[in-house]
């Protein structure tokens, strides 16, 4: 009995050891209205903007209005405890999350804390939530492809390391689809994903994470949940708390990836805050800032310059000072950070308040349709209206070269085929058009969790593009499409091996594609 | 329009009228005598507003509101506040566990000016919660020097190296 309470009494002093005590000096203010996870306080007259408050020991608040006589507060937490009356203490910090590489293959909410149930995480530090985004002076052009997988995205709407590409479409066209293939499509290309959830559904964020368990893509993903029943501060706050946990990985040097679904649910939590907060409504009732309240969030997506110098092993943190990054480690690689946001739209309408905000503060958008969608284009991509500001700069050498001639017989494919609905008679020369347009078509086209290869999705377009399924029938492209790569993987190894190598179709190249096609056609034929 | 800034006009206006009378003192006491009537548990909002209506049956909602700031403290704290602010004192709350000899509040109070810079109004409150020291509270600032406050955070710190 004795051992145990001298074990006790050293544990103890232990964790005792260099404890201090001072007399507690705390600036305090009064609740005075409560309710829809805002509160109104009294007091509090020194307090910071975005300074984190407590209400008791498991309830922080989020400073988000200060006004001459009181402060309005974003509540976080076990909220239905607080009420009027009780007392708010300052923290004198502002808001931060706990970031590192433990966040790998974990649910978590915006503050962290995990929600699989697979126990504490043991974070490597923390970084400011809402962090100010890079300056002009680290940035370098985007110049590195960030590979979707997705043919119809890679070829026509390349995405380079550090582009912020929107991804728009009506409800059910496969937004959030583009986005799992693109994290399914990061496997072992040392590129870091985050899936920030804002208000979805439970179900529909556990069939996520089930995806990316079973495509084996959890394991170098976060996933932070802040499902459709989570406080709307929470829902507010999440994909900044994602976009800290991902600059973690971008600031050491390394590529990271961001998916935001969806950011017209987190105008909806952020416009439903500041009314609370009453906030003047503008247009559609949203704030004034929601603009920036976006525009701040994507800027922070980047493309970092190298430091070029002496030592930096790579493994060295970058120094912190309020959760910033003053002096990055030399002789590092800039690392980057791609960011997906998702807009939902009404009805297509792509000019309503949301959607030309994010439109114009990205890089460019996809834009899915429904129409499409129905008619059996998996992606439903409409090609027409999507567009990549940045990223032709980071295309491989041979998709630019395949992509220039696709894009041209795309565009008088729908030209000719908007035509063609109104006139039946139509000359040799557009029926050949067309039908080399749906072939196109056909060849764009992929299922879900398919993601290919760079260089198989190369070969692939290259035969659609030079004309060589004008004899194959629309409905057997996709298999000719599929035994075409089986026929390079198996017997033509070395030609697909030669253009991973290259990443070029020099000429010599293309005759030696030239006769393997021709031989494959034969087989395919018989 | 919040509760607080309602009892704040009131408070505001009731000291107008009783400064210009000369009788803040007669006023305080009487809004004191009111709050002394009352415990801890009828301040709440719902409590206050049913004993308002037990009380008071018949009496329009103007009334009742009235009567519920009374009830609730509101009134007599924004009153003390106003009356600070206007006369330039500054009005500190102390807690403690046993309530304070001649001697101690003699020399709180003396020390509190000499750091304040202006005229200190003592509030003492004794809450046996606080186990020993003193809590001091002015205006939206709260130096702790309980022993309460001492274990707290000796709890917090050990809990800290527990998680750890």
Redesign the interface.
């Known amino acids: 009995m004795t051992t145990h309470k001298d074990e006790i009494a050293a544990i103890?002093k232990e964790?005792?050891r260099g404890?201090r005590?001072d007399?507690?000096?705390?600036?305090?203010?009064v609740v005075?209205?409560v309710g829809d996870g805002i509160a109104?306080v009294?007091?509090?007259?020194r307090v910071m903007f975005s300074e984190i408050t407590t209400f008791g020991d498991d309830v922080y608040g989020l400073v988000l209005n200060l006004e001459e006589?009181s402060v309005g507060v974003a509540l976080f937490g076990d909220t239905e405890r607080v009420?009027?009356?009780d007392e708010v203490r300052r923290t004198g910090r502002v808001l931060e999350t706990p970031v590192g590489e433990a966040f790998l293959g974990r649910v978590v909410d915006p503050l962290g804390r995990p929600l699989d149930g697979n126990g504490?995480i043991a974070a490597t530090g923390r970084r400011t939530t809402d962090a100010k985004a890079p300056g002009v002076i680290d940035r370098q052009p985007v110049d590195t492809p960030l590979q979707t997988g997705l043919k119809a995205i890679d070829a026509m709407t390349p995405i380079g390391r550090g582009q912020r590409e929107l991804i728009i479409g009506d409800r059910r066209t496969g937004k959030t689809a583009i986005a799992l293939d693109t994290i399914i499509n990061q496997k072992g290309k040392g590129v870091y994903c985050v899936y920030v959830a804002i208000g979805q559904k439970a179900s529909t964020v556990a069939r996520i994470v089930d995806t990316l368990v079973r495509h084996d893509a959890l394991s170098y993903t976060i996933v932070v949940a802040a499902d459709a029943h989570s406080p709307t501060p929470m829902q507010y706050l999440a994909p900044y708390a994602g976009c800290a946990m991902a600059e973690y990985f971008m600031h050491r040097g390394e590529d990271a990836f961001i998916v935001y679904d969806d950011l017209s649910k987190h105008a909806v939590a952020y416009r439903e805050i500041a009314l609370l907060l009453r906030r003047p409504p503008g247009r559609e009732a949203y704030p004034g800032d929601i603009f920036y309240t976006h525009s701040r969030l994507l800027e922070r997506a980047a493309r970092l310059a190298d430091r070029p110098g002496e030592g930096g092993s790579g493994e060295e943190m970058p120094e912190f000072e309020n959760g910033h990054a003053v002096t990055l480690p030399r002789g590092v690689h800039g690392g980057s950070l791609t960011a997906f946001p998702i807009i939902e739209t009404k009805a297509g309408d792509i000019t309503s308040y949301i959607p030309t905000n994010v439109i114009s503060i990205t890089d460019g958008q996809i834009y899915l349709e429904t129409n499409l969608f129905n008619q059996g284009v998996r992606p439903a991509i409409n090609v027409g209206y999507s567009v990549s500001r940045v990223g032709g700069a980071a295309q491989i050498r041979a998709m630019s070269q395949i992509a220039g001639e696709l894009r041209l017989e795309l565009s008088q494919y729908r030209e000719l085929e908007a035509f063609a609905e109104f006139s039946s008679d139509l000359d040799e020369e557009s029926k050949a058009q067309l039908a080399r347009g749906d072939r196109l078509m056909q060849v764009l086209g992929q299922g879900q969790y398919q993601p290919m290869p760079v260089e198989d999705q190369v070969l692939s377009l290259y035969v659609a593009v030079k004309n060589h399924l004008a004899d194959v029938a629309v409905s057997a492209v996709r298999r000719f499409e599929e035994e075409w790569l089986r026929y390079l993987h198996e017997k033509r190894e070395d030609l697909v091996r030669e253009l991973r190598e290259a990443k070029e179709l020099t000429p010599e190249f293309r005759s030696k594609l030239e006769l393997a096609v021709s031989e494959f056609k034969k087989r395919f034929g018989a | 329009m919040?509760?607080?800034?309602v009892a704040r006009k009131i408070a505001e206006d009731l000291y107008a009228l009783a400064a210009a009378e000369k009788t803040t003192d007669a006023l305080e006491r009487e809004l004191r005598q009111i709050a002394a009537s009352t415990d801890e548990t009828s301040?709440?909002?719902g409590r206050a507003a049913q004993l308002v209506k037990t009380a008071f049956p018949d009496a329009s909602d103007g009334f009742r509101h009235l009567m519920g700031l009374l009830v609730r403290d509101l009134v007599l704290g924004e009153f003390l506040s106003v009356r600070a602010e206007a006369e330039g004192i500054a009005r500190v709350r102390v807690v403690t566990a046993q309530p304070l000899s001649g001697d101690e509040r003699k020399h709180l109070t003396e020390k509190l000016e000499h750091a304040l810079k202006v005229r200190v109004k003592l509030e003492e409150n004794v809450d046996p919660a606080v186990l020993a020291g003193a809590r001091i509270?002015i205006?939206?600032?709260?130096?702790?020097?309980t022993l309460k406050?001492?274990l707290d955070?000796?709890h917090r710190?050990?809990g800290q190296?527990?998680?750890a």
């Not at chain 1, 009294?42 to 007259?45: I, K, R």
């Not at chain 2, 205006?139 to 020097?145: M, N, V, Y």
């Open positions: 103890l964790h005792l404890f005590y007399m507690e000096t705390r600036e305090v203010g005075a209205e109104h009294y007091g509090l007259d006589e009420k009027e009356g504490p | 919040r509760s607080r800034d301040r709440s909002e509270e205006e939206g600032r709260t130096l702790d020097g406050a001492r955070q000796l710190t050990l190296s527990g998680e």
